[in-house]
Protein backbone atom coordinates (compact mmCIF):
# COMPACT_ATOMS: atom_id res chain seq x y z
CA UNK A 1 0.00 0.00 0.00
CA UNK A 2 1.35 3.19 -1.01
CA UNK A 3 0.11 6.17 1.41
CA UNK A 4 1.10 10.12 0.77
CA UNK A 5 1.04 12.52 3.10
CA UNK A 6 1.13 16.61 2.44
CA UNK A 7 1.75 19.16 4.30
CA UNK A 8 2.65 23.45 3.93
CA UNK A 9 -0.55 24.93 3.17
CA UNK A 10 -1.53 27.73 4.96
CA UNK A 11 -3.15 30.95 4.42
CA UNK A 12 -0.38 33.88 2.84
CA UNK A 13 -0.96 37.01 0.67
CA UNK A 14 -1.45 37.43 -2.85
CA UNK A 15 2.31 37.94 -4.25
CA UNK A 16 3.55 36.11 -1.56
CA UNK A 17 5.46 32.01 -1.36
CA UNK A 18 4.63 28.39 -0.03
CA UNK A 19 6.45 25.49 -0.67
CA UNK A 20 4.60 21.83 -0.61
CA UNK A 21 5.83 18.43 0.36
CA UNK A 22 4.44 15.19 -0.37
CA UNK A 23 6.21 12.42 2.01
CA UNK A 24 5.34 9.01 0.50
CA UNK A 25 5.99 5.46 1.87
CA UNK A 26 5.04 1.92 1.11
CA UNK A 27 7.08 1.14 -2.15
CA UNK A 28 9.96 2.22 -3.94
CA UNK A 29 9.21 5.95 -4.51
CA UNK A 30 11.81 6.51 -7.72
CA UNK A 31 9.36 4.40 -9.34
CA UNK A 32 6.42 6.70 -9.37
CA UNK A 33 5.95 9.60 -11.87
CA UNK A 34 4.25 11.95 -9.25
CA UNK A 35 1.65 15.13 -9.67
CA UNK A 36 -0.28 18.09 -8.14
CA UNK A 37 -3.50 19.15 -8.52
CA UNK A 38 -5.58 21.39 -6.52
CA UNK A 39 -9.26 21.47 -6.32
CA UNK A 40 -12.03 24.11 -5.08
CA UNK A 41 -15.33 23.46 -3.78
CA UNK A 42 -18.03 22.31 -6.73
CA UNK A 43 -15.38 21.86 -9.33
CA UNK A 44 -13.27 19.29 -10.76
CA UNK A 45 -9.47 18.74 -9.67
CA UNK A 46 -7.16 20.22 -11.94
CA UNK A 47 -4.12 19.52 -12.79
CA UNK A 48 -0.85 21.88 -11.36
CA UNK A 49 2.00 19.89 -12.12
CA UNK A 50 4.27 16.87 -12.68
CA UNK A 51 7.11 15.25 -12.58
CA UNK A 52 8.65 12.20 -14.02
CA UNK A 53 10.73 9.55 -12.28
CA UNK A 54 13.91 10.95 -12.30
CA UNK A 55 13.01 14.69 -12.03
CA UNK A 56 14.13 15.32 -15.34
CA UNK A 57 11.27 15.80 -16.84
CA UNK A 58 8.32 18.09 -15.84
CA UNK A 59 5.02 19.86 -17.12
CA UNK A 60 3.23 22.62 -15.69
CA UNK A 61 -0.45 23.90 -16.26
CA UNK A 62 -0.27 27.05 -18.06
CA UNK A 63 -2.01 29.02 -15.29
CA UNK A 64 1.05 28.16 -12.89
CA UNK A 65 3.98 28.04 -15.51
CA UNK A 66 6.75 30.45 -14.30
CA UNK A 67 5.46 30.47 -10.70
CA UNK A 68 5.42 27.20 -9.44
CA UNK A 69 8.14 24.85 -9.48
CA UNK A 70 7.99 21.14 -8.94
CA UNK A 71 10.67 18.84 -7.77
CA UNK A 72 11.53 15.68 -5.91
CA UNK A 73 14.36 14.09 -3.55
CA UNK A 74 14.27 10.33 -4.09
CA UNK A 75 16.88 9.29 -1.19
CA UNK A 76 13.67 11.39 1.11
CA UNK A 77 10.99 9.90 -0.93
CA UNK A 78 9.68 13.45 -1.40
CA UNK A 79 8.23 15.44 -3.81
CA UNK A 80 8.00 19.10 -3.26
CA UNK A 81 5.62 22.15 -5.19
CA UNK A 82 7.45 25.72 -5.05
CA UNK A 83 4.68 28.40 -5.40
CA UNK A 84 5.91 31.89 -6.20
CA UNK A 85 3.70 34.60 -6.73
CA UNK A 86 0.66 33.41 -5.61
CA UNK A 87 -2.65 35.08 -6.92
CA UNK A 88 -5.86 34.77 -5.23
CA UNK A 89 -7.22 32.18 -7.94
CA UNK A 90 -4.18 29.91 -6.84
CA UNK A 91 -6.50 29.17 -3.82
CA UNK A 92 -7.26 25.47 -3.47
CA UNK A 93 -7.31 22.41 -1.67
CA UNK A 94 -3.76 20.66 -2.96
CA UNK A 95 -3.13 17.13 -3.38
CA UNK A 96 -0.52 14.93 -4.48
CA UNK A 97 -0.62 11.91 -6.32
CA UNK A 98 1.70 9.04 -7.23
CA UNK A 99 1.15 7.29 -10.84
CA UNK A 100 2.96 3.97 -10.16
CA UNK A 101 2.30 2.62 -13.96
CA UNK A 102 4.33 2.31 -16.43
CA UNK A 103 4.73 5.43 -17.45
CA UNK A 104 7.76 7.60 -17.23
CA UNK A 105 6.49 10.90 -18.60
CA UNK A 106 4.24 12.96 -15.98
CA UNK A 107 0.46 13.18 -17.31
CA UNK A 108 -1.96 15.30 -16.94
CA UNK A 109 -5.07 13.21 -16.52
CA UNK A 110 -5.87 12.46 -12.55
CA UNK A 111 -7.25 9.02 -13.68
CA UNK A 112 -3.89 7.65 -14.48
CA UNK A 113 -3.02 8.28 -10.83
CA UNK A 114 -3.05 5.80 -8.57
CA UNK A 115 -2.78 6.94 -5.24
CA UNK A 116 -4.09 10.44 -3.43
CA UNK A 117 -2.95 12.30 -0.25
CA UNK A 118 -5.10 13.49 1.69
CA UNK A 119 -4.87 17.11 0.69
CA UNK A 120 -3.68 20.56 2.60
CA UNK A 121 -5.79 24.01 1.46
CA UNK A 122 -3.74 27.01 0.42
CA UNK A 123 -5.31 30.21 0.91
CA UNK A 124 -4.21 33.36 -0.90
CA UNK A 125 -5.31 36.41 0.78
CA UNK A 126 -5.91 40.03 -2.04
Known amino acids: QVQLVESGGGLVQAGGSLRLSCVVS????????MGWFRQTPGKERDFVAAIGRSGTNTDYADSVKGRFTISRDNAKNTVFLQMNSLKPEDTAVYYC???????????????????WGQGTQVTVSS
Open 97 to 115: AADTGIRTFPARVSSLYDY
Open 26 to 33: GRTFSSFV
